[in-house]
């Protein structure tokens, strides 16, 4: 286990009180990464691994929990998305097995849903993009909140991640609220920690864990990569939305391009409907991610990744990166109070 100084525990004690770790940092949930290996490993060392089941059915949710709780007696987490078609079976399987806190993704849920979340006496953790609708889900009954930036890997929004801490941090305080985009090193988690977070979410440094079953090719390509390298996919006509998802340009991203004119091309021509053309568009990418992660496709496959993954430089086991992390953050909270005791401004 990572040892952690007073001052550096102090500031996130909020965060591993309600996660229940010794270091307030979650893993971020990384769709056919963030799975019992990964998730057991974070949780073991001291931090807090959340399950990615948006590509689950109940079943196999049920044996991934199973197996994770073999490989861990500590707290680890489940992410759902609001919009899965089984969302009400997936929590269900949840609750059974325990589960000790569900991060709501992907979506608005539900006040009634939350509630059914709660009653059971697990804790609920819901995504942010203002700090309206943050509180909002406050009062609608979240034990937590996620603010996420654009930095982050995958699916994105509009706003930086600084931007929404200083929009959102001063504004909810009922609730912890861990901050999650772009965050790589110590140093960063400790400013938004005396920002007034609770704690952060980190998931683009965990890809290239040892404990992860990334391809190694996916991990060769993020150790390769810089930060401007990571890019958000581009919409071509605003008539047929896309959600952007960040992820490391390769001949996939070009052909996506493509995709979307030679669609809307079918469109303009009515050999498509709007809505043969927009499924067209939004099933381009259907398996696309798991082909770069498993079979390590990282030509045609989606590479997806954060901002930060210019900070991976190696493969190293989830212990060494707590290491580097803590150490990181401890030098910055010691630097300052160094300046602070010579009166340096």
């Known amino acids: 286990m990572v040892k952690v100084s007073p001052s550096l525990q102090a500031l996130g004690q909020r965060g591993c009180d309600f996660l229940g770790c010794e270091l307030a940092i979650m893993g971020g949930a990384l769709s056919w990464i963030s799975e019992k290996h990964l998730i057991s490993a974070l949780s073991n060392h001291g931090g807090f691994g959340v399950l990615a089941c948006g590509s689950m059915g109940p079943e196999l949710l049920l044996k991934e929990i199973q197996a994770t709780k073999s490989m861990t ?20 399987v949840c609750l059974s097995e325990k589960v000790s806190h569900i991060v709501l993704a992907g979506g608005f849920p539900s006040a009634p849903l939350i509630k059914k979340i709660k009653d059971a006496g697990t804790k609920v953790l819901c995504f942010a993009p203002t700090a309206a609708l943050g509180k909002k889900l406050v009062r609608m009954g979240a034990d937590a909140i996620v603010i996420e930036g654009t930095e982050a890997g995958g699916h994105i929004g509009p706003v930086s991640t600084s931007v929404l801490a200083q929009e959102i941090l001063p504004e909810i305080r009922d609730v912890p609220v861990f901050v999650a985009g772009g965050i790589g090193r110590g140093e960063a988690i400790v400013s938004y920690l005396e920002m007034g977070a609770s704690g952060v979410q980190l998931g683009t440094r965990f890809v290239c864990a040892t404990e992860s079953i990334a391809h190694a090719n996916f991990k060769k390509a993020y150790i390769r990569a810089a930060a401007r390298d990571a890019m958000p996919s581009v919409q071509t006509d605003e008539r047929f939305p896309v959600i952007p998802v960040r992820a490391i340009i390769n001949e996939g ?20 409907t709007r809505e043969q053309a927009q499924l067209e568009i939004e099933h381009f990418w259907a398996g696309a991610l798991r082909r770069a992660v498993i079979d390590g496709d990282i030509e045609t496959g989606s590479v997806m990744a954060g901002q930060s993954v210019g900070l991976v430089k190696q493969e190293q086991p989830i212990a060494e990166i707590y290491e580097e992390l803590v150490t990181q953050a401890e030098k910055s909270l010691e630097d300052c109070a160094k300046k602070n005791k010579c009166g340096e401004y």
Do not use: T, W
Request: positive net charge; charged residues 30%; hydrophobic residues 40%.
């Open 73 to 92: 007696s500590k707290n680890f987490g489940a992410n759902l998305i609001v919009m899965h078609p089984e969302l009400g079976a997936l929590i269900d």
């Open 253 to 272: 991203c070009k052909k996506f391009m493509q995709k979307q004119r030679e669609v809307i091309a079918r469109f303009d021509c009515g050999e498509l």
